[in-house]
Structures are given as structure tokens and as C-alpha cells.
């Protein structure tokens, strides 16, 4: 029995140091990368022109270069992807609500507040109001906001519907700070490209997000720029990720990590290109 149980454990850490060091997963075509050049991507668009997260500031991003846009997406009260990032209006506008507690027509109604020198009045749109501007661009990030492990799992089925829909596989990312949301795409929708955002708010994160990497297998690792310089790139570099940074937005910061990084998420896109 003594030996059996040896044997099983010396099994297990040999399967252990196999997934961690060895074992690569199986990756969806990225055509939208060059190697030789950075991926620019728009931060919410162009938020430093135009009030973040709108048609107007995403076709501000293109006007001005970018390679893509990035987004964030919610639901409201009757099941709708809106493309806005916080929990609530108030920080953009003079609306206190909850994003989920109007429905799509009424979030559509709140006038947001405007940059300095822009003129565009800037409303929230629904993820649907994008699709426009998806052949202008070579890649669109959609960034799932969830505001809890559990929680803001209910998009994934109205998220699924849109990317069979419009099969923008070969210029589309999916990523979320949200594990378990990233597992069930996986699972739903194997052919989506993920990228894993990096928590750095969990205990040991390098560790926790390391096994949650191996559990999502995503294409890529989106990471903040201060990590650049941390072994989780490298051991994500040997798994054949891409590593996307965000959010840089000196051109200083940006020229000493372009090397390392194969996409950037940043505000100020007139810095970069």
C-alpha cells in the first residue's frame, strides 16, 4: 500500500511539472498580428478626444491609426449588451443607475459627459451599434465586465449569439478578469479567441493566475505594463501566448517594452504610432 501511494504521488508531480513546463494547448489563428509591429490598440477607443466607450471616440481610434478598438460590454435590464465599463452612470453622467437596473432604450437616452474641445454628443450604444466599424479594423477586443467570480455570467448567451452571427473570429478577442466566465466560453465557443486578464488583486497571483491560465487556455495574456519585466511572461511566452499590455500610454514606457509585448491597449494613440 506504502508503495502504491509513493508511486501515485510521484505520478501526480510528474503530471503537475508536465502541464506547468511542457504541455502547450491548442491555439486559434490570430491573423490580425504582425511580427514585426505592435499591435495598437484603442483603449475604449480615443478617450482622451471623446468620451470612452462610444461610436464616436471608436471611430476616433481609427481616424487617428489604431489597429483596433477595445471595449466593455454589460447587460441591462432586459438582456441587452450595452458597451459601457462601470457599474453605474455617475461617473459619466448626471445618472446615479446601475447599468443593469435600465433598460437598453433608456441607457440610450443618457446624454454622457463630453472631453474638452469635443462637440459630439455621446450616447451608450449597444455592442450591435459597433458592427459597422468592424471593417475598418483589423482586430476588436471585447472586454466582459463582471463584478464577481459568479456573477455576470448571464451575457455569455446573448455574447455567443453575436459572434455566430457575425463570425469575426479572425479579428476578435474575448478577455475578462473573470476565470470562470473565460472557462465557459471555452467550452461554449472553442473557436473564440481569449485573452486572460491578470489579477494581480488574488494572493500568490502569479501562481493563481498561472493554474487559471492552464484551466482557460487562452490565445493571449493581457497584462498591466508593470509586469512586463515578471517570469509570468516568459512562462506564458513558452506556452505560446500573446502578450497584450495594457494600459500604456508614454511613449517612453512604451518604447522600452515594445520588444516584449505583441499588442498595446492605450488612451493616447497619437503617442504611439
Request: proline content about 3%.
Amino acid at each position: 500500500m506504502l508503495v502504491f501511494i509513493i508511486f501515485s504521488f510521484v505520478v501526480l508531480c510528474l503530471y503537475i511539472v508536465y502541464c506547468l513546463f511542457f504541455w502547450q494547448w491548442k491555439k486559434n489563428c490570430q491573423p490580425f498580428y504582425n511580427n514585426e509591429k505592435t499591435l495598437v490598440i484603442g483603449h475604449r477607443g480615443a478617450p482622451t478626444f471623446i468620451t470612452e466607450n462610444t461610436v464616436a471616440s471608436f471611430k476616433k481610434a481609427v481616424d487617428m491609426g489604431a489597429d483596433g478598438i477595445e471595449l466593455d460590454i454589460r447587460l441591462s435590464k432586459d438582456n441587452q449588451m450595452v458597451v459601457f465599463h462601470d457599474l453605474s452612470l455617475a461617473r459619466l453622467s448626471d445618472r446615479k443607475d446601475g447599468v443593469s437596473g435600465l433598460s437598453l432604450a433608456e441607457l440610450q437616452t443618457v446624454e454622457l459627459y463630453k472631453q474638452d474641445q469635443q462637440q459630439e454628443e455621446v450616447y451608450i450604444p449597444s455592442l450591435n451599434d459597433v458592427v459597422p466599424l468592424l471593417e475598418k479594423i483589423k482586430v476588436i477586443n471585447i472586454e466582459i465586465k463582471s463584478d464577481g467570480l459568479l456573477q455576470g455570467h448571464a451575457i455569455l448567451k446573448p455574447l455567443v449569439a453575436f459572434l455566430n452571427k457575425y463570425q469575426i473570429d479572425d479579428k476578435c478577442i474575448v478577455s475578462s478578469f473573470n476565470p470562470l466566465i473565460l472557462m465557459r466560453l471555452r467550452l461554449q465557443r472553442p473557436e473564440t479567441v481569449i485573452g486572460f486578464l491578470y489579477n494581480r488583486k488574488r494572493l500568490f497571483h502569479a501562481w493563481d493566475n498561472m493554474i487559471w491560465m492552464l484551466r482557460v487556455q487562452p490565445e493571449n495574456l493581457h497584462i498591466h505594463y508593470s509586469m512586463l519585466d515578471h517570469w509570468i511572461i516568459n512562462w506564458a511566452r513558452k506556452k505560446g501566448m500573446r502578450i497584450n499590455s495594457y494600459t500604456i500610454n508614454d511613449k517612453e514606457v512604451y518604447n522600452k517594452f515594445k520588444s516584449k509585448i505583441d499588442g498595446v491597449f492605450t488612451d493616447n494613440i497619437e503617442y504611439l504610432k
